[in-house]
């Protein structure tokens, strides 16, 4: 399983927020490139950087944090936050992004993304799945829409996605463990899909049982900066 750290920016400093929420934000680090570097130095191999300005603007913000970081570090990128328009990928790939994560217009735009998929190949487009309560969550999480996260995900499958990034809203920032039931479950249904856990991962037994369930990888963001989950302890799970 890969454990796939996260740095969310704004105003290019380091940020967690609580359920998606700017007015839950707490700045843990004002310089991104070190942490990304003390990643890089406790052995992880990937980051998951997400521009929360960018999702607001509707455009990428932070790219010369992505760029400073892609430059100086050999950590694989997955990049994410306010990419609507095939040249802000390109811009971000340009910029250093392995992958790109297609979030919001995943759901509003699937026709968009499916050109993207053939365009750039499935191993560089992963698919953003933003849920709550098994449905698929949309306008920055404050509504559900009827489609269910099993449906969502099988249609991204029949036209070429292989990796799925399934953030459960309700429990984004709060430390509360993973939706495992949900994970297990798609995993089941689904099992050509490579099921990326985000959201709540706070402890090692956390992990551990995400990757006994055969998820794909972890992301991994307040339980760093809050410590109940130490870099080192997490080297084990890194092969």
């Known amino acids: 399983m890969e454990i796939i750290p996260a740095i969310d920016l704004i105003g290019g400093q380091c940020v967690r927020l609580t359920e998606g929420d700017f007015a839950q934000q707490t700045t843990y ?3 991104p490139l070190a942490v990304a570097q003390r990643f890089e130095q406790h052995g992880l191999r990937r980051l998951h950087l997400v ?5 607001r603007a509707k455009r990428p913000v932070n790219l010369a944090v992505l760029e400073r970081i892609a430059r100086h570090t050999s950590l694989v990128i997955d990049f994410g936050g306010g990419l609507q328009q095939e040249d802000a990928v390109r811009q971000a790939f340009d910029a250093g992004a392995a992958q790109i ?3 919001s217009i995943a759901v509003r735009e699937p026709e968009t993304v499916q050109h993207w998929l053939q365009a ?3 191993e560089r487009i ?3 799945a933003d849920f709550r309560d098994q449905r698929i969550a949309i306008n920055a999480w ?4 009827e489609r269910t996260l099993r449906e969502f995900v099988a249609a991204y499958l029949a036209v070429g996605a292989t990796t799925f990034v399934c953030t459960d809203v309700s429990k984004d920032g709060k430390l509360q463990g993973p939706a495992l039931s949900a994970y297990q479950e798609l995993i089941d249904q689904l099992p050509a899909a490579q099921v990326v856990a985000s959201g709540g991962v706070t402890t090692l037994a956390d992990v551990e049982a995400l990757q006994a369930a055969g998820l794909h990888g972890a992301i991994i963001g307040k339980a760093i900066y809050e410590g109940t989950i130490q870099l080192t302890d997490l080297r084990r799970f890194v092969a």
Do not use: H, K, N, P
């Open 120 to 122: 750039f190949g499935a």
């Open 29 to 31: 680090d004002s310089d």
């Open 142 to 145: 404050a509504e559900q829409s």
């Open 126 to 128: 992963i698919i953003g």
């Open 51 to 55: 521009d929360l300005d960018g999702a």
């Open 101 to 103: 994560t297609a979030g």
